[in-house]
């Protein structure tokens, strides 16, 4: 979800199932799922997520959850859907930028071909260290580059070469969202024409359609009007396409057209 432990909130809390597996309450991690009903959402993962979710995917959703600053991760249908999407457009250059534990990282390498790379950034790299054995056994490490530090210097160094210049199939975006907009002026450069940028956490918690005075975690509201902005603004961006989806915390996916 991002890349600061000022955006985690408390580790939510869980409960057994019948088959002994951890099953998250919905209603403490409304962010990750925006469906009203806790059983339909849990329907999605027992029925079409879990079944067909990779082994080191689950091993390291299952390390991540443990972690106190958990609600930053992706979540499992969100993999899925990142997996698949990375598969039907192709992609072979890809960026992320926050990493957390590297689920999202690790649902994008497994799909990428075997010379596919990922140039991935965060600021913490013990997050993505806790990962990286499960990256490791699945056997995609070498498809990552990862930088630790913030991503706009290195977005900067790449655009000062011109090879660059939209040679990036597909981003995403899961990081500060105080710098969704400085991202996306320089992901459009990268960016080929046609390709893709993902951005995540958009419906953010669905604080976007309250009321200024609603009762909000202290991490949503300070956040929330840098979402608002940001999703007017690529809405009324006629260099990309976009696509707003209700799936985890909410992706817009921007098609570079211009």
Known sequence: MATTATEAAPAQEQQANGNGEQKTRHSEVGHKSLLKSDDLYQY?????????????????????????????????????????????????????????TGYSLLATALALPEDGT???????????????????????????DFREGPALPVLDDLIAEEKNHGSFDFVFVDADKDNYLNYHERLLKLVKLGGLIGYDNTLWNGSV???????????????????????????????????????????????RVK
């Open 209 to 255: 359609v309250l009321p200024d005075d609603a009762p909000m975690r202290k991490y949503i509201r300070f956040y929330r009007d840098f979402v608002l902005v940001l999703n007017k603004a690529l809405a009324a961006d006629d260099r990309v396409e976009i696509c707003q989806l209700p799936v985890g915390d909410g992706v817009t996916l921007c098609r």
């Open 118 to 144: 990922i140039l991935a950034m965060d600021i913490n790299r013990e997050n993505y260290e806790l990962g990286l054995p499960c990256i490791e056994k699945a056997g995609v490490a070498h498809k990552i």
């Open 44 to 100: 999605i993962l027992d029925t079409s997520v879990y079944p067909r979710e990779p082994e080191s995917m689950k091993e390291l959703r299952e390390i991540t959850a443990k972690h106190p600053w958990n609600l930053m991760t992706t979540s499992a249908d969100e993999g899925q859907f990142l997996n698949m999407l990375i598969k039907l457009i192709g992609a072979k250059k890809t960026m992320e930028i926050g990493v957390y």
